[in-house]
């Protein structure tokens, strides 16, 4: 795995330093020396020769996951933090069933907190039907471990094809079945090449972890055409620095715009000071958070930040058509992050996440259009308006911001 456990990122890469290094890139994001000073920071190897399709709308995202598995020979690896007992989730429990009759090994994991409500019975009979399903550090008997949780959304096929976002295995997030706002808005990425062998590598770690065993042969070179891709991953212990290192260097080697989108926004301090570094250079920043959430206290904590960002010259929208879950950003139409990691404390100290940075223009270019298109549906928070949110509010979002280490 890299980065590797117990690594230490030398100082000039730390988060609040690299973006004076990104800055000075002629070329900024497009130069030759952005991935090179990606791969200083993570360690890790950016592959090419990757096909990369985004959906926005998870019934999308369910329809080509399945297809995939359907199409498996050999192998179908699972790692997500809900997987629920809905009709999705028999859905997605009828795709594997299948695979494994056919002989194809199928490994699944989802996390003992995040699937608590998922009764026994599902996954007694998800083993009934040949599919080696675990659990991630299920309450008993790992009470010790329970701030720990598996956030990460991977599914890989035959490590050729892999997808991963922010979409859990449940009905929220494709058909709405049961929810009083619709689906969920949320962002997953197939990816078929080389960085599909990448993800059942994460994928392994979290495996292991959980008693199961799973091999590897080494990757065949890939192919030097179509996107390039840093498969960008942290568990407790390892990649956390690494992870708000290589955000920060997109930031400062942005040169026109930075869109962010992120369900839970309650970022440290100098995560504030970076994006007003990139307002000072000129660099259109945008965030956008949600305007009704599922963790209410989570959205709060993140309003006692606007207005910081607001005085700074950020600009900040909150999605008002349905819960939006979606982490991603997209810099100057060429990079793009999509993955499971929060701008939230949890993300950065407690949860195994899984993110791609995809350098690709195609790519970058489907990520803005969506943002565009977010915006439409969303208001955007005016400084002077924010100023005059009632005592009670102001009192809320500064309480729900001291608890952001604890959300």
Not at 58 to 74: T, V
Not at 146 to 171: C, E, S
Not at 332 to 346: A, E, H, I, K, Q
Request: with cysteine; proline share 5%; aromatic share 8%.
């Amino acid at each position: 795995m890299r980065p590797r456990a117990g690594r230490r990122l030398e100082r000039h890469l730390h988060a609040e330093n690299v973006g004076r290094l990104a800055g000075e890139l002629p070329g900024g994001l497009h130069d030759p020396g952005f991935p090179l000073l990606l791969r200083r920071i993570d360690d890790a190897p950016i592959l090419p020769g990757n096909r990369v399709d985004v959906f926005f709308r998870g019934e999308r995202a369910f329809e080509a996951m399945g297809q995939a598995i359907d199409a498996a020979r050999e192998e179908v690896l699972v790692e997500s933090y809900i997987l629920k007992d809905d009709s999705t989730g028999r859905a997605f429990l009828d795709a594997v069933g299948r695979a494994a009759a056919r002989g194809v090994a199928v490994r699944v994991l989802a996390d003992g907190w995040g699937s608590l409500t998922t009764r026994r019975s599902f996954w007694r009979e998800m083993k009934r039907r040949g599919v080696d399903a675990r659990l991630f550090n299920p309450l008993f008997p790992h009470l010790l471990f329970q701030p720990f949780r598996d956030h990460r959304k991977i599914l890989v096929v035959d490590r050729r094809v892999a997808f991963t976002g922010g979409m859990n295995i449940a009905d929220e997030y494709g058909s709405g079945i049961g929810s009083s706002t619709g689906p969920w808005r949320d962002t997953h990425c197939r990816v078929e090449g080389p960085s599909a062998w990448e993800l059942a590598v994460v994928f392994s770690e979290a495996w292991r972890r959980s008693g199961g065993r799973i091999d590897f042969e080494p990757l065949s070179p890939p192919a030097a055409s179509g996107a390039s891709i840093l498969v960008l991953d942290a568990r407790p212990g390892r990649g956390y620095e690494e992870t708000a290192s290589a955000l920060a260097a997109i930031v400062g080697a942005a040169r026109e715009k930075l869109w962010i989108t992120n369900a839970y926004f309650a970022p440290r301090v100098r995560a504030v000071r970076i994006l007003a570094e990139a307002v000072r250079r000129g660099v259109d920043v945008r965030i956008l958070l949600p305007g009704r959430s599922d963790v209410p206290i989570v959205r709060h904590a993140g309003h006692g930040y606007f207005q910081a960002l607001l005085r700074l010259g950020v600009r900040v929208f909150e999605y008002g058509a349905a819960i939006l879950h979606a982490k991603t950003l997209v810099a100057d139409d060429f990079v793009s992050v999509v993955g499971s990691t929060n701008l939230d404390f949890r993300s950065f100290h407690f949860n195994a996440e899984a993110n791609l940075v995809i350098l690709d223009a195609e790519a970058g270019r489907a990520f803005s259009e969506a943002f565009r298109d977010d915006l439409t549906r969303s208001k955007e928070i005016d400084g002077e308006g924010w100023s005059r949110r009632t005592r009670l509010h102001r009192i809320g979002d500064n309480l729900a911001r001291r608890l952001g280490p604890l959300l």
